[in-house]
């Protein structure tokens, strides 16, 4: 039998995740982590890899001509798997055909758009139409992670300092809740055709 406490000795200890991370000053903290992460759950086994999902924080910005591409894939590909649910197939489509390419264009000009990124791709976008918030998607696949708070906390940032006091929005029935918990409550129901849309306000 071997001495008290010689078993815990030739155990390898864990990598002390920060201590290493001044080793890298040429890289941003937020790249290095999740590997220092995964590193860390081999010697533990108790961190979730679904962690290293949560670290990359997109950058909330001005879109630009160049990300009018972007910004369409990210409304079509949200209209049609998230609102699916609540929207015939015909309403999605004929909504689509407003979010092309050279439509995100010309909206590009009229009103205060945002945009989210991670790396390089495009995943949120919102816009700001005088005191009216339109068109705002996250990528399916990054939903319910914040992206969707962010983009409506800058545009009501903008909204303030251009001296707005009270913001709209047209919700589709999908994000209602979403803009409820944002403090918009509703004020009437709007439709086209079969198309309901919920009208809603909230004071700055």
Known sequence: MGKEGEGDQRRKKPPDVLARLPHHPAKRIHELLPLELENLSRHTGNVNREVRTDVSDPEIC??????AEGISMVILDSLRTSNAKDYTSNIIERVAQNF?????????????????????RIVGTAGLDGDV??????????????IGRRLMHELEYRARVKG?????????I????????????TVRDSYHGAERTIIMERRL
């Open 62 to 67: 001005s879109a630009t001509a160049a990300d």
């Open 100 to 120: 092309s390419p050279m439509h995100i264009l010309a909206l590009l000009n009229k009103r205060d758009v945002v945009v989210a990124r991670l790396g390089r």
């Open 133 to 146: 918030i339109r068109t705002v998607f996250v990528a399916p696949d990054v939903q319910n992670r914040g």
């Open 164 to 172: 707005i006091t009270t913001l709209s929005v047209p919700s589709t």
């Open 174 to 185: 999908t994000a209602e809740l979403f803009y409820a918990k944002m403090g918009f409550v």
